[in-house]
């Protein structure tokens, strides 16, 4: 049962990070528009941000499961509501084109950060759904939420590297990929619902 719910975490996580998002969306145009050397700043922040929401998601949910444990258990209902919503969401989305940037600078991709209500319900929904029920240490929230920055670091880096390959090749076939993606996100809120 762990493996299945921890495989699961993964296509969780990976389907979060890879989706477009405005973490996402900022760097793809930031780097079809400025190119790697100049948008450095921006993706850096965008980094440093991430982290530091994750970290934060950590802190709460201990926080939580320390002064309210049981609220833990209908966090984790809530998460699930907030995939199923996101399974919606990517479903019926289209692609987004985000307007120029007049700037590419570290506080403008750090501070996008910490008004992204999706990484925070992100790192929120992937502590209560798939790690509390077996472990409530601060060290262990704090690793995981670290994981998942580093998980969505990844996925910034490759829509920088694929800059207007991904932007074309998403333009092109967004309704089957983001079919794919809504359906693979239910299977992760069965898995929740199970453990």
Known sequence: ???YVLAN???YAGVNAFTPGPRNILALN???NYGWGKG???F????AGYYAVQLICAVFVYGVGEFLPHALPVMKYVGTAYILWLAVHIAVSRPEVCAEQRSASFWKGFLLQFVN???YMFGITALTGFVTPYSKVLWILIGVEFLIATIGTIATF????GGLLIQEF???HYRIINIVLALTLLECIWSMLCT
């Open 158 to 161: 490759t829509w920088i590297g």
């Open 9 to 11: 975490f993964f296509v």
């Open 117 to 119: 209500v999706k990484i």
């Open 44 to 47: 850096f922040g965008i980094f």
């Open 30 to 32: 930031t780097v079809t």
């Open 170 to 172: 998403y333009s092109r």
């Open 1 to 3: 049962m762990l493996g």
């Open 40 to 42: 450095k700043p921006l």
